[in-house]
């Protein structure tokens, strides 16, 4: 288990769902915090490329992007398997996955930074239109992986606690309960795993995150000709 490093922040949903994983498959492992607005010349040595987190080092070898760590992880450590054993269920895991972190949260993000009127109500839709799809992903089943938290629910994982603290920082409601009663159902099933519980960041602390984000957004938008 020696030799294994995380380097991270600990409000960055990329940066948790590794360390889901390694708490689920029982690793050790250290957490490096990066602070992202004066990037380390660690993190600028082990990720050149993007300059981004996560990064997990093993050994000395470091991996890059959330989900390749995710699928390392799981080929190196074998007990409590996040991905299916099934090619086909294998790829549908990867092609959800994309879909939430490309298309789901941008849309969420969107709707939470752009100020009232009718292109934020319009972004609103749009962000209910993507869940509404992961909603039927999800119908029927306690856990996208089946009875046990997996890939694909470490991946939706910003749900339950990000999307809350977009739509407080935001001003709107995206995810009702009534309207997503199995994604709603999921939330709480995922949010009672003690091993998901012992990482989630307080709802404090995502609120300043997506305040500062979304502010320095605002102001982009407000400063161009």
């Keep these: ?17 590794i360390e889901w994983a390694l708490k689920l498959k029982g690793v050790e492992y250290e957490l490096i915090e990066e602070d992202l607005l004066n990037k380390s010349p660690l993190l600028l040595k082990y990720n050149p490329v993007h300059k981004k987190v996560p990064v997990l080092l093993h050994h000395g070898k470091p991996i890059a992007e959330s989900h390749v760590i995710l699928e390392y992880i799981d080929e190196t450590w074998k007990n409590n398997p996040l991905l299916p054993e099934d090619p086909y269920e294998r790829s549908m895991a990867r092609f959800w996955a994309k ?8 849309g969420a993000y969107e709707a939470a930074w752009l100020e009232e009127g009718e292109e934020k109500q319009k972004a609103i839709q749009s962000a209910q239109e993507l869940l509404a799809i992961l909603e039927k992903q999800i119908e029927g089943k306690k856990y996208f992986g089946g009875e046990v938290v997996g890939f694909l629910d470490l991946v939706v994982g910003w749900i339950p606690r990000w999307l809350n603290a977009m739509e407080e920082v935001g001003g709107i409601k995206l995810l009702d309960a009534e309207r997503f009663p199995s994604l709603h159902e999921w ?3 995922f949010m009672a795993n003690p091993v998901i519980k012992e990482c989630i960041p307080p709802q404090e602390k995502l609120v300043n995150y997506f305040n500062f984000g979304i502010s320095y957004r605002r102001s982009l938008a407000v400063a161009k000709p």
């Design 187 to 189: 939330s709480q099933n």
């Design 1 to 17: 288990m020696a030799g294994v490093k995380l380097i991270g922040t600990a409000q960055s949903l990329n940066c948790i769902r």
């Design 99 to 106: 879909f939430s972190d490309e298309k789901c949260i941008f």
